[in-house]
């Protein structure tokens, strides 16, 4: 039996993305119709002419496309203007982070459909669909906040690096992940000085290794981690816990600490963030000003390049949704090990336990 794969426009404040490019479409010919939103490719510079192509079908509305589809492919989690839009029936399939976000939860749950989150997807120990987005953002995170330390945008109007590399900016990455890791990597590349901080030594020694006399490191809550947190210019707040929400480790006392004109930016926000009391913003309204301090929390960080993460993300979703097209896809992801933690909520039930932790809910285990 053919299914019907809706891949509808992201309705989420100045995202771009688009779940599936063109080129990835017509594999799955024979297999599934496809059905696509009008636009929904434009932001990524594909237009619905190149769908056609790719041998998808076009609709007019997101009512048409909800209507039609069984599996709802998205980029992020449903906006309240989709929950109406979603049913019963449906397999949605996307970035959900239900870990931050209680009204999403309780909304999927009262639906009861299927709710698999693509960033708690795992191959062989690692998480293949967070990974290029985690990579793209903590890119981004530099990015960012080198237009952020400009003057016009308030900042202290500094380069992360000087002219004549005797005063180059300062830059803190907390958590040292794969976020983490790409923005000490960009920060690096530009010339910042650059400290590392994280819980876990090992990881801080390979950076050592790695980077030598251009990278300094020192574990989380130490003396010396709130010190370069405080003098720095930059601080990434890059921790993560997958399915989790993140715990505080950039505080209102580390903010107030920092000379006026700095900048931190809080890529964990789409689990709720690891910077105390802060609110998540959107690129058109990129941050916040607290104590003189720009704090940023882009919850969509890479939907600020949605070309080069549609295709990156696309890319790596084609595999998986493959495993959804089977007739009893039910089955085959309880018996995969890899899959089965990415399936969040089915028919009324929360079966993540680390979501359940984050908001105080209960787990259920599927039978």
């Known amino acids: 039996m053919i299914k019907k794969l809706g891949i509808p426009k992201e309705v989420k404040k100045d995202e771009g993305r688009v779940s599936l490019i063109p080129e990835h479409i017509s594999q799955f010919t024979g297999i599934a119709d496809i059905f696509i939103e009008t636009s929904a490719g434009i932001g990524s510079g594909f237009s619905d002419e190149d769908y056609i192509k790719a ?9 048409e496309l909800y209507g039609i589809s069984e599996i709802i492919c ?5 906006q309240s203007q989709e929950y109406d839009l979603l049913k019963p ?18 909304k999927l749950l009262d639906k009861k459909l299927s709710a698999i989150a693509t960033e708690m997807i795992m191959d062989n120990g690692v998480y293949p669909l967070l990974i290029p987005m985690s990579k793209i953002a903590g890119n981004l995170a ?6 952020f330390l400009e003057y016009s945008s308030g900042g202290k109007g500094i380069l992360l690096s000087s002219i004549s590399d005797s005063n180059n900016a300062k830059v803190t990455v907390v958590g040292c992940g794969e976020v983490g890791k790409s923005s000490i990597h960009k920060a690096i590349s530009v010339g ?11 990881v801080l020694n390979i950076l050592k290794s790695k ?10 809550q130490t003396e010396e981690a709130i010190a370069a947190i405080r003098s720095a210019d930059l601080v990434v707040g890059a921790v993560l816990i997958p399915g989790k929400k993140p715990p505080i480790v950039i505080s209102n006392e580390d903010i ?3 000379a006026k004109g700095s900048v931190v930016v809080d890529v964990a926000i789409d689990q709720g963030g690891c910077v105390e009391g802060v609110n998540a913003n959107t690129h058109s309204d990129p941050f916040e000003i607290r104590d003189g301090v720009l704090v940023s929390a882009i919850a969509n960080l890479p939907g600020a390049v949605p070309k080069t993460s549609s295709i990156e993300l696309s890319t790596g979703l084609q595999k998986y949704l493959n495993f959804l097209l089977e007739e009893d896809w039910l089955k085959g992801y309880k018996e995969n090990k890899n899959l089965s933690p990415s399936l969040q909520i089915h028919n009324g039930l929360l079966l993540s336990q680390e979501v359940a932790e984050s908001l105080s809910l209960s787990v259920s285990q599927l039978v």
């Open 55 to 63: 041998g998808a079908k076009i609709v007019d509305t997101p009512e």
């Open 74 to 78: 998205k980029v992020k989690e449903p």
């Open 89 to 106: 029936n449906h397999v949605l399939f996307g970035y959900l982070h239900l870990a931050s976000n209680l009204q999403l939860t309780k």
């Open 142 to 147: 530099i990015q960012k906040g080198m237009q």
């Open 192 to 202: 910042a000085k650059v400290t590392a901080i994280d819980i876990n030594e090992e």
């Open 211 to 220: 980077y030598g006399e251009l990278i300094e490191v020192c574990k989380t």
């Open 256 to 258: 107030s600490a920092m």
